[in-house]
T-cell receptor, first 112, second 112 residues
Framework: EDQVTQSPEALRLQEGESSSLNCSYT??????LFWYRQDPGKGPEFLFT???AGEEKEKERLKATLTKKESFLHITAPKPEDSATYLC?????????????FGTGTQLKVEL | DTGVSQNPRHKITKRGQNVTFRCDPI?????LYWYRQTLGQGPEFLTY????????KSRLLSDRFSAERPKGSFSTLEIQRTEQGDSAMYLC??????????FGPGTRLTVL
């Protein structure tokens, strides 16, 4: 069964204080690893897809990287508006290969 | 806005009542997914449609749950004889022959 573990569960940063969120995974045949952002009471917002080890994607202050066992979401010089829960999910080849398996997320709080 | 839409956004019901939720996917997206999310957890897969065919169902989807996607457009998720354990956020997502799933805002169900 595909599994995703995210750490830390919660992270508090000062504005401008860079950090990284971790996503460790086990999957039968990785078809893709996804990062989403979720604000309270809303649905997940798609950020990135990574397909193979060594791949990197960037968007504004966020950069996602992928190895064979884990992914990192690097946040550079965060701002208060980056406060949200960041979810990691994998899509494996098991079964129909259409089911995303999510971690429990990292709740990020960026303070002034 | 051409994103995924869900109705209602909130539903409060009494235990034992039936409820139905609607999801309108992004126009022309042929794949539609239902997930359930409880507080502090990541979304959990419930079921998946390709066009009008329901191709995959989770073990989480008990006999009280039924989903349809007539004509391959909008989808409905019905829960019969609701229980307090059904209280959660029900999320719908859609995709177009790709791995990226785009989520709607969700329907928050509270069972009293």
């Amino acid at each position: 069964e595909d599994q995703v573990t995210q750490s830390p569960e919660a992270l508090r940063l000062q504005e401008g204080e860079s950090s990284s969120l971790n996503c460790s995974y086990t999957v039968s045949g990785l078809r893709g690893l996804f990062w989403y952002r979720q604000d309270p009471g809303k649905g997940p917002e798609f950020l990135f897809t990574l397909y193979s080890a060594g791949e990197e994607k960037e968007k504004e202050r966020l950069k996602a990287t992928l190895t064979k066992k884990e992914s990192f979401l690097h946040i550079t010089a965060p701002k208060p508006e980056d406060s949200a829960t960041y979810l990691c999910a994998v899509l494996g080849r098991r079964g129909g290969g259409n089911k995303l398996t999510f971690g429990t997320g990292t709740q990020l709080k960026v303070e002034l | 806005d051409t994103g995924v839409s869900q109705n209602p956004r909130h539903k409060i019901t009494k235990r034992g009542q039936n409820v139905t939720f609607r999801c309108d996917p992004i126009s022309e997206h042929n794949r539609l997914y239902w997930y359930r999310q409880t507080l502090g957890q990541g979304p959990e897969f419930l079921t998946y449609f390709q066009n009008e065919a329901q191709l995959e169902k989770s073990r989480l989807l008990s006999d009280r749950f039924s989903a349809e996607r007539p004509k391959g457009s909008f989808s409905t998720l019905e829960i019969q004889r609701t229980e307090q354990g059904d209280s959660a956020m029900y999320l719908c997502a859609s995709s177009l022959n790709s791995y990226e799933q785009f989520f709607g805002p969700g329907t928050r169900l509270t069972v009293l």
